[in-house]
């Protein structure tokens, strides 16, 4: 549904009162919210999520995006040993951030429920290595922290 625009404005708005047979109905009814839509965050099982190996339409970063999706969880130990091993097949600095990012988006899942408390969790570089799961802050802080391992210029904004 689009948000943030008033009732009259919304293209959706109505749409749930659609009947099956109406013309718009096949365009709109996957954006109807149903009762029995489950809109609860996936907890964090310790276990990577499915990883789409070469998905890129850029055929250069194939083989940096598989060496990240296959990096083994030894090398994650440290922060200087994760970003050595991962960044040893890059040829440049947008390699080197690439292959970097992938791990991140492949290994730290988002944690639903401590954005959505008052207890944050430390959002510091290590401990989000150590835990596995971050909000933006703890994806943003890990990301600067491998980048400076590597000698990569990195700011958090």
Not at 8 to 35: K, T
Not at 116 to 136: C, M
């Amino acid at each position: 549904m689009p948000y943030g625009l008033p009732q009259s404005e919304n293209p959706l708005y109505g749409a749930e009162r659609l009947a099956p047979d109406h013309p718009l109905y096949s365009l709109v009814a996957p954006y109807i919210p149903r009762e029995t839509d489950d809109l609860k965050p996936v907890p964090y099982t310790g276990q990577r999520r499915p990883y789409a190996v070469g998905h890129s339409s850029n055929k250069r970063y194939n083989r940096l995006d598989e060496f990240a999706a296959r990096a083994p969880d030894s090398e994650a130990e440290s922060m200087g040993s994760l970003a050595r091993y991962l960044t040893q097949m890059a040829k440049d600095t947008e390699e080197k951030v690439r292959v970097l990012h992938r791990w991140i988006c492949a290994n730290i899942s988002y944690d639903c429920e401590g954005h959505f408390s008052s207890n944050k969790a430390d959002q510091s570089p290590a401990a989000v290595l150590h835990s596995r799961t971050a909000v933006s802050a703890g994806y943003a802080n890990l990301l600067s922290a491998l980048c400076k391992e590597v000698d990569v210029d990195c700011k958090v904004v």
